[in-house]
């Protein structure tokens, strides 16, 4: 790299990391876990072996399920329903998308000898 060019680069650099770190320094703040329910009345055990820890999950409310008006849908970022936040577990993040609260869902493990409504646990955060 020529002289100018590195000076150019040295120059920039900053204010190039800056604008990187000034669109995203929201935290993950923990907020509860829970295990995957309705496992195996989905795509889960097609597609569970290929998850990984850490791999994000989409949290969807279905305000028009017959069974809980509180419904909170799992599907992984293809857009493949792996099941339900269980319906014990699932006024907390209704509330957080009733509120338009940010949040982020992570698989936090995966046991592929448990049983089906233990197999996948996963773990959501609040964004700030």
């Known amino acids: 790299m020529k002289r100018r060019s590195l000076l150019k680069f040295l120059a920039t650099a900053p204010v190039a990391a800056a604008g990187i770190l000034a669109k995203d320094n929201k935290k993950e703040v923990f907020l509860f876990d829970f295990y995957l329910a309705g496992f195996k009345y989905y795509k889960a055990p097609a597609v569970y072996r290929r998850l990984k820890k850490g791999d994000i999950v989409i949290l969807k409310p279905e305000p ?7 419904a909170i849908e799992v599907y992984t970022k293809s857009n493949i329903k792996l099941g339900y936040v269980p319906m ?3 006024i907390v993040p209704y509330n957080l998308f009733k509120n338009d609260i940010e949040v982020v869902a992570k698989i936090e493990e995966i ?3 448990a049983p089906d409504w233990e197999k996948i646990l996963i773990r959501v955060y609040q964004r700030v």
């Open 88 to 90: 014990e577990a699932n």
């Open 64 to 70: 028009d399920n017959k069974y809980d008006e509180m």
């Open 111 to 113: 046991d592929l000898k």
